[in-house]
């Protein structure tokens, strides 16, 4: 009897031991390799992730294959989870996830998910860059005794065979497209756009992008502020913080595969996302520059690779205001926060 005790006792724990697993929560990315790094609580749990002292808790197996899987409806991004762990304003569809049935499409189904992936808006058609100031191109100001540089966070027009323009889309990377920077007045900046397609923008205006000398005498003003406004931070004042990381709040969850999906063209639609260059007024330098920071990152003529100024989520990590740079990326990379701006000499 002991004997059979004991042996009836090891199997019950190694039974207890296969249905407990171990939670692993998605860790926030390290701002050293992602431009919005950050954005995201480290505290932060799981979406959804089922209390440990719930006694259903062991019906979720963390080893499963068939759970995290990307997928989508209507056209709106979602993850094949369980049934039980679609809450908030996401919603499961059946039939379109491997696995059991309880494992089906978790989606967006409120405003967020109301975006079409496929759909190619150009905000900016119409508008046209005002005349240069003091001997600059148009869209340019001065700033210093020989340098212009653009007014507003550019954006792009194409260019056809017959030299004429048209409007692009700023939530569309250009890829190979012939395409022009403008500045313009109340556009939607470019972003989705990489060092290397901004800078080959800039030339086509018969421009080039700002060194990053240039770009932080700009930004920084005569005096060498911190912020473009003075040396004090005001929150607010420039598209510089967002509460909830845009693709969290697009995709409906924190896991780790929304992060190779930063290239959608509806995370920038999202509202209280990347705004028009001229909604934030107050966030000029003192030669009347707008946008340098936050809003989008700005690319610079670093060959390594650096964007600058930080962009709507984050203004702080890589530094305060002006001063904060990303250099984790070559001039290949491209993401929703992108953009850019272009120099001139005077």
Known sequence: ??????????????????????????????????????????????????????????????????????????????????????????????????????????????????????????????????????????????VGANLCVDRYEASLVVVDADGSTRSWSPYWNPGDLRVRAVSLRGAVPQAYINGLQAAAACAEAGKRLCTNAEWLRACQGSAGTTYPYGNTRMDGVCNDARAVHPAVEYYGTNASWIWSRLDNPCIDQLPASLARTDAHPGCVTEDGLLDMMGNLHEWTSDPGGTFRGGFYVDTVRNGPGCLYATTAHDRSYWDYSTGFRCCADR
């Open 1 to 142: 009897l002991p004997l059979c005790f004991l042996v009836l006792t090891a199997c019950a724990a190694e039974g207890a031991s296969m249905h407990t697993s171990t939670r692993r929560d998605s860790a926030p990315l390290d701002d050293g390799a992602s431009s919005d790094a950050g954005a995201l609580d480290a505290s932060r749990s799981d979406a959804g992730a089922l209390d440990a002292s719930r006694s259903d808790a062991g019906a979720l197996d963390a080893s499963r294959t068939d759970a995290g899987v990307p997928c989508s409806v209507d056209g709106a991004a979602g993850e094949c989870i369980d049934v039980a762990l679609c809450t908030g304003d996401r919603a499961p569809t059946p039939g379109l996830c491997p696995g059991p049935a309880a494992i089906q499409c978790c989606a967006p189904t409120t405003a967020s998910g109301m975006c079409d992936e496929r759909a190619m808006p150009t905000p900016n058609a119409g508008l046209v860059e005002e005349p240069g100031v003091g001997g600059c191109p148009d869209g340019m100001l001065p």
